[in-house]
Nanobody, 125 residues
Framework: QVQLVESGGGLVQAGGSLRLSCAAS???????MGWFRQAPGKEREFVAA????????YYSDSVKGRFTISRDNAKNTVSLQMNSLNSEDTAMYYC???????????????????WGQGTQVTVSS
């Protein structure tokens, strides 16, 4: 069993930065870790993901160049550095984890086995 706890959300002005963290308990060795977000009235969408090796990261087109995902396997954490935030980034952000052999398509949220409770990010214009 894996438990995920997100932190770092909050209110920020447009153009500002936030850093989200996800602390994982349980065995996440060889897991793919991802961040998804969901705005009110919209479906949950892929933001970024990183594989166990830590060397391969994936981003949605909307955040590429502004967000950076990283993981610390020794500490069992994954982070999302978000820069140049705008109002369209306002959403609840969720951390997700799943065995790499299962998460063959990192953008597909249905392949992730575990989810955190989410942390709210609000960007004011």
């Amino acid at each position: 069993q894996v438990q995920l706890v997100e932190s770092g959300g909050g209110l920020v002005q447009a153009g500002g930065s936030l850093r989200l963290s996800c602390a994982a308990s349980g065995r996440t060795f060889s897991y793919a870790m991802g961040w998804f977000r969901q705005a009110p009235g919209k479906e949950r969408e892929f933001v970024a993901a990183i594989r166990w090796s830590g060397g391969i990261a994936y981003y949605s087109d909307s955040v590429k160049g502004r967000f950076t995902i990283s993981r610390d396997n020794a500490k069992n954490t994954v982070s999302l550095q978000m820069n140049s935030l705008n109002s369209e980034d306002t959403a609840m952000y969720y951390c997700a984890a799943g065995p790499s052999v299962r998460v063959t398509i990192v953008r597909d949220r249905t392949l992730y086995s575990y989810w955190g409770q989410g942390t709210q990010v609000t960007v004011s214009s």
